[in-house]
């Protein structure tokens, strides 16, 4: 290696570790202060996102301010003017949907008050969507790549939130043995805080604000969630099809009398297509032919079982609604179920029609495009619905 070479190498390293500073050290920052607010928001009352058991700041304002977090990390991150422009604009959007919300539903501990508190973190994390994905080339690719880190994330958040359990529990015992006693206010405060560390920093884990969704690096933890989608997929097949047939000619009338058995289905359905994007998230070149063909098997016959359980499901609620009548609850599973539909048959008949070589591409861009239809509907169940 001659001198120019180490130099240039040299310079390189010492870039790329300013940048990696930098990265952490406004991440850092930003947790620090969106902890803060957590507990200033939680006041009191404890940090879940429950009507009635926490303060309706917190409850209301967690996931717009998790937002207004996460893109201002990526502008100080990334200060690129356009890009700029487009947080500027997501967290403008973040604070009206929360102000909005706080209008809506402030004091409320009602069903709607509840659909709202399930919704609004789903609203939220798609503007947060928007601004790193509008504006960009070849947007159906970017967002359904923030579809994927953004289950990363969860990951990551789930393993940083097991850490802070198991420390805060280490820490609590190391008081009791000294016999010393936190407040309550105080407990709660600090919990609040460390709940609010918690999402920048697991964006920080996950994604480089100076690339692109598709332009992401691939980190050891996106080949373990990969592996573990693929595990997890001849379990799903197998759900799917103790459900389709047996679970429901034997106990077929179930979800039309007990809508506890009604939530498990519409669950499942929601974890399924979490469970298929995760799936075929591995990129082309990573994937040989032989790999591809009971990739894409698997998935369709997922999704048409999934889709059979969604139309039997999407009947046990129209006769819920015909025998019982309207309310919020039944309003915002209908609509569910219908999104769900057509997002699972938008995404057969993009799949089944697809060329073998192109079934992968073909399913992401379908993905990302039929995700409208739910982000849609959950901004109509948080800011539509309560007003009815």
Do not use: C
Request: net charge neutral; glycine share 8%.
């Amino acid at each position: 290696m001659t001198a120019d070479n180490q130099v240039d190498e040299n310079l390189h390293d010492s870039k790329a570790m300013a940048r990696l500073y930098r990265h952490w050290g406004i991440a850092l920052a930003v947790s620090v202060v969106n902890g803060a607010l957590f507990a200033l928001f939680a006041g009191d009352n404890p940090p879940v996102p429950v009507p009635g058991e926490a303060s309706p700041m917190f409850w209301i304002g967690w996931g717009p301010l998790t937002a207004i977090s996460i893109v201002a990390f990526m502008a100080a991150v990334a200060p690129e003017a356009k890009r700029v422009r487009w947080y500027g604009a997501a967290a403008g959007a973040a604070v009206v949907a929360g102000v909005i919300s706080a209008l809506v539903a402030w004091g409320r501990i009602d069903d709607a008050a509840y659909l709202l508190a399930l919704h609004l973190p789903f609203v939220a994390w798609a503007i947060v969507g928007g601004s790193v994905t509008l504006g960009r080339p070849e947007q159906a690719r970017n967002f359904y790549s923030f579809i994927v880190q953004s289950l990363e994330v969860l990951v990551t958040s789930g393993i940083y939130l097991g850490a802070g359990g198991v420390f805060g529990g280490l820490t609590i015992g190391v008081f009791a043995v000294l016999g010393l006693e936190l407040p309550e206010d105080v407990a709660i405060s600090l919990v609040a805080f460390g709940i609010g560390i918690i999402p920048v920093l697991a964006v920080a884990s996950v994604f480089d604000p100076t690339r692109a969704p598709v332009e992401q690096s691939p980190t050891g933890l996106a080949r373990i969630f990969r592996i573990m989608t693929w595990l997890m997929l001849p379990v799903a097949l197998g759900v799917m099809v103790l459900y389709v047939f047996w679970f429901i000619p034997n106990y077929f009338w179930r979800p039309f009398n007990e809508r506890e058995v009604l939530i498990v289905y519409n669950a499942t359905i929601i974890a399924i297509l979490a469970l298929m994007a995760g799936a075929v998230s591995a990129g082309n070149a990573h994937l040989t032919s032989g790999y591809q063909r009971p990739l894409r098997a698997a998935v369709v016959w997922l999704g048409a079982l999934t889709l059979s359980l969604n139309v039997y499901a999407l009947a046990a609620i129209i006769s819920r609604i015909s025998e019982f009548g309207f309310t919020v609850n039944r309003h915002a599973v209908l609509g569910w179920n219908a999104v769900t539909l057509l997002m699972l048959a938008f995404l057969l008949a993009k799949s089944w029609s697809a060329a073998a070589a192109d079934w992968l591409p073909a399913f992401r861009g379908s993905l990302a495009q039929a995700m409208v239809l739910a982000v849609g509907w959950a901004a109509w169940v948080v800011w539509g619905l309560p007003l009815f």
